[in-house]
């Protein structure tokens, strides 16, 4: 089992920035992946980004591709989602995940989920 705790989001003027905190009870094995989602009211869940441990490798959703970054922190178990140029569109629950997956953007591959952090951009 992996727990996974959001933490980070806030209120932020548009065109501000966040840094959403993931940070994971163990290491998943290597082959995981992590995983930032997205919902917005009435909306259903986005992917936003994925970083693989092994590698570092990282994919990013068009949306948010040079806005956002996703970097990993090894030796704190702990995944980061840097937003920079926020946009209102850009509110909704944020959620980490872990899974073992290629398929980054769906939900389904994804076997852990966090609680989820709040994060709303005002116009």
């Known amino acids: 089992q992996v727990q996974l705790v959001e933490s980070g989001g806030g209120l932020v003027q548009a065109g501000g920035s966040l840094r959403l905190s993931c940070a994971a009870s163990?290491?998943?094995?290597?082959?995981?992946?992590m995983g930032w989602f997205r919902q917005a009211p009435g909306k259903e869940r986005e992917f936003v980004g994925a970083?693989?441990?092994?590698?570092?490798?990282?994919y990013y959703a068009t949306s948010v591709k040079g806005r956002f970054t996703i970097y990993s922190d090894n030796a704190k178990n702990t995944v980061y989602l840097q937003m920079n140029s926020l946009k209102p569109e850009d509110t909704a629950i944020y959620y980490c995940?872990?899974?073992?997956?290629?398929?980054?953007?769906?939900?389904?591959?994804?076997?852990?989920w966090g609680q989820g952090t709040q994060v709303t951009v005002s116009s």
């Open positions: 995940a872990a899974g073992v997956t290629t398929n980054w953007g769906a939900p389904r591959e994804y076997d852990y």
């Open positions: 163990r290491r998943p094995f290597s082959s995981y992946a």
């Open positions: 970083i693989t441990w092994r590698g570092g490798n990282t």
